[in-house]
């Protein structure tokens, strides 16, 4: 058969090298600039007005921003606010690798398996609807004012996240795609490995992003009930002395993490993605 | 040789009943090439996935060279309308899947993939991914993945179906001598145009709707090897016109008979 | 194909007569269910010291002793009516922000900054901030809520109204459609759908919110039934009170949920 019709192939990009590349980082902060102008204007503006609202004395809760960004300097360095960090990581390291881990398999055995989606099915649509937070209680009451709290806690709001996005990817999976596959008479583990486990890795990198989220989320807010442990425990605290610079402080801090690891996570996902559409 | 006797195929969705093949019977010789055609809803694509063993026949029966077909088998190959092709997978590792399937080792899967991805023109695309691909060459990748696994059957679905005119011409025309090449595999080929049934095949099948069914078939005059330039001679224009009318015709009545087509394609 | 983060994403499956109750998924979840409740009682009973893990039995127990007791509802109301005024406020000015923001780039692009913040944290960081600034009384409580409940609300409406189809906004300018009333005959039904989404969504988390701000704040209502029996170790009581909460966040998401369905009846899928 001879090549009639013109390839149109797409080819990627190439990265600048060399002196070519700070120019083009250059320019690219140039063109970012341009591109988020208005949001940049957007966030001083902000900022101002919080500012104005601050020094006017609005209310309490509204402390000026440029006294928050002092106390903020000061507190971000501290031993106290590192050892708080400290022990958020750790309740976040323990927790959510394994319920990665499980909710990945356990996603894949209910997308694979329709008996056992069955049984999981009605449990994971309540651990997905209920009020989550009204579990902690009962949490606190068996595990007590310990770390082990939070962890449970955060395993309860990962695990059906995961579980059900990766359980969705697997049924993503192309009609036509299996159909392909069962035309060349492929068996279940070729189909698995060139069809259904690509075709599921969108959705479950997609439920991991926001497990991270939940893992944060989740973490804090069983820490603030707690009141003793973590960053959450931080944050009550301060709030119960009425430190507002502080408080406000470590609410940029959370934030801006929440942002960054969100952003992380986002490119991880995307970079994976391209990989395979 | 594949005989296909009384096939009926009757569909069920939601509790209603939905008869897409009544009595369909005829036979394609081992080494011919065959068309099916006919309107949109008239059976033909779930006559050939019933020939694939991807489905089957509700009564009647199909049987290639005296056995029943009962699932998908290796002496066919499949090459769908919009290509199949795995997203995520090189060219290379497309067009080897068939053999993959078979558990053939890498080395030789590839060594076989990257033969027949140079005969459908495609050799120096062996790494690229389908995205990268228009779409007749993703419908090349599709061709050399079926023929990779060296079937005695060729079961095409309309493959040129989601092409433009141009890029269908062009294919036409390489199918025609790729096939006349090998002039080894049996090859049924779902189409919808008369131009494309005329050219490439021995026999077309002419198909009716409500219930599907066959209405004629019909044997091309034209002999081989076939060139690309017969599709403008006055008798290929004349034989494809007279056959495109019975085929409007067909159209016509099953419009005038209800709204839509509601079939497999 | 979106992520599933709640429930109702995962439910595909329209509609239940009595013919799909009795289908092979649903049977077989409901035996998970009760093999689950079985379970529960099973284990709760073999413990010798069962003050943190109570049987089922004995929860349904207290449940059923906590229904007949006025204070029981009495701490509902408390804790309902700052959950309503948070929730309504919520849901009010989530579309009214989200349509003003959603269709005007501009004002977009400058909120947009303090949105992406306020999304990534976690709302329950906010709380002692309304605490200082409002005390603890039914306008705190009532702002947490709404602060649960806003930012899905208004951000699913922008979200509604900025992707309208292309085509469709191309269509009402070849017919030089006036702005009122492209926005009334086309923007709004366009962002129905995920207005709508948005209110179901913020809703939940507004219930979310509420129990926060039980937990949290010194509380009057249900909250101070949760702090009682767990500091009594009274686990049954404590038990049936959470189940209430669960029972409470489920049924006003099934009333989101039928009320999507009546708004948007047209579309015949959902």
């Known amino acids: 058969m001879e090549m009639t019709d013109e390839p149109t192939v797409v080819l990627p990009e190439h990265a600048p090298e060399g002196d070519e590349e700070v120019v083009h980082r250059l320019s690219g902060l140039v063109a970012w600039l341009r591109k988020y102008q208005v949001q940049a204007i957007g966030l001083v503006l902000g900022a101002v007005v919080w500012e104005i609202a601050g020094r006017a004395g609005v209310s309490p809760a509204f402390p000026a921003i440029s006294a928050v960004f002092r106390e903020g300097v000061e507190l971000w360095a501290s031993q106290r606010f590192i050892d708080v960090l400290k022990n958020t990581a750790t309740s976040i390291g323990i927790a959510f690798p394994p319920s990665l881990v499980v909710g990945v398999l356990l996603g894949l055995l209910m997308g694979l398996f329709r008996p056992f989606e069955w049984v999981c099915r009605p449990y994971i649509n309540l651990a997905l609807s209920l009020p989550l937070v009204a579990i902690i209680p009962i949490v606190l009451l068996i595990f007590g004012l310990s770390q082990t709290t939070i962890v449970v806690v955060i395993i309860l709001y990962v695990l059906p996240v995961v579980m059900v996005n990766t359980f969705a990817g697997v049924r993503s999976a192309d009609a036509d795609l299996m159909q392909m596959a069962e035309s060349f008479n492929a068996g279940r583990a070729l189909t698995l490995k060139r069809i259904i486990l690509p075709a599921a890795r969108p959705l479950t990198l997609a439920g991991i992003r926001i497990g991270v989220g939940r893992a944060i989320s989740g973490g804090i807010v069983a820490e603030q009930v707690v009141g003793v442990l973590g960053i959450g425990g931080l944050v009550q605290r301060l709030g119960g002395a009425f430190a507002v610079e502080s408080l406000y402080a470590v609410i940029i801090f959370i934030g801006a993490v929440g942002v960054a690891s969100l952003a992380l996570v986002n490119r991880i996902e995307q970079r994976y993605q391209r990989e395979g559409a | ?265 | 194909m979106t992520a599933v983060e709640r429930q109702d994403e995962v439910d595909a499956e329209p509609r239940r007569g009595m013919r799909s109750l009795l289908e092979p998924s649903r049977l077989v979840g409901a035996a998970a269910i009760v093999a689950g409740l079985v379970g529960w009682e099973i284990y709760g009973r073999s413990l010798d010291n069962n003050i943190f893990f109570p049987t089922f039995l004995s929860m349904v127990e207290a449940l059923v002793g906590l229904l007949g007791e006025a204070d029981f509802w009495n701490s509902y109301r408390l804790t309902l009516t700052p959950f309503f005024w948070g929730w309504i406020s919520s849901m009010a000015l989530g579309v009214l922000i989200g349509l003003i923001a959603g269709l005007n780039p501009t004002i977009w692009k400058l909120v947009s900054p303090y949105v992406a913040f306020f999304h990534a944290l976690p709302v329950s960081v906010l709380v002692p901030v309304v605490v200082v600034g409002l005390g603890i009384g039914l306008a705190a409580k009532s702002t947490v809520v709404f602060l649960f409940g806003f930012f899905e609300v208004m951000l699913s409406t922008v979200a509604g109204v900025a992707y309208i189809s292309e085509d469709i906004r191309e269509m009402t300018r070849s017919f030089g459609m006036s702005r009122l009333r492209a926005f009334r005959r086309v923007a709004l039904p366009g962002a129905m759908p995920a207005i709508m989404a948005g209110l179901r969504i913020g809703t939940g988390r507004a219930v979310v919110g509420m129990v926060v701000m039980e937990l949290l704040l010194v509380s009057v209502g249900v909250g101070r039934l949760v702090v009682r029996y767990r500091a009594r170790f009274e686990s049954p009581e404590l038990y049936a009170v959470v189940f209430t909460l669960a029972v409470f966040g489920l049924v006003a998401l099934a009333v989101m949920r039928s009320l999507e369905r009546y708004v948007l009846r047209w579309r015949g899928d959902v």
């Open chain 2, 1 to 265: 040789m594949i005989e296909l006797t009384s096939v009926a195929k009757t569909f069920t969705r939601n509790g209603k009943s939905f008869e897409a093949l009544r009595d369909v019977s005829f036979e394609v010789e081992t080494g011919s090439f065959i068309s099916l055609i006919g309107p949109s809803g008239c059976g033909k694509t779930t006559l050939l996935k019933m020939m694939a063993g991807l489905m089957r026949p509700t009564r009647g029966s199909i049987r290639i060279d005296g056995s029943e077909v009962t699932g998908a088998g290796p002496d066919r190959a499949l090459v769908f309308q919009n290509f199949v092709l795995l997203p995520w997978a090189d060219v290379l590792t497309n067009a080897a899947f068939g053999l993959e399937a078979r558990g053939v080792s890498k080395a030789e899967r590839e060594n076989a993939a990257r033969g027949q991805l140079e005969r459908v023109g495609l050799a120096g695309f062996e790494r690229h991914y389908p995205h990268e691909l228009s779409g007749g060459m993703q419908q090349r990748v599709g061709i050399a993945r079926a023929l990779a696994v060296d079937p005695d059957t060729l079961l095409m679905d309309e493959p040129f179906g989601s092409l433009d005119t141009i890029t269908r011409h062009v294919m036409q025309r390489d199918l025609l001598k790729l096939w006349q090449e090998t002039a080894t595999k049996t090859t049924v080929f779902v189409t919808h145009s008369m131009e494309e049934a005329a050219l490439l095949s021995d026999r077309v099948v002419i198909m009716d709707t409500r219930p599907g069914r066959v209405s004629r078939v019909v044997e091309v005059p034209f002999p081989r090897p076939r060139v690309g330039g017969l599709s403008v001679s006055a008798e290929f224009l004349a034989f494809t016109a007279e056959l495109s009318r019975d085929l409007e015709q067909m159209q016509r009545i099953d419009m005038a008979r209800g709204a839509g087509g509601g079939g497999d394609d």
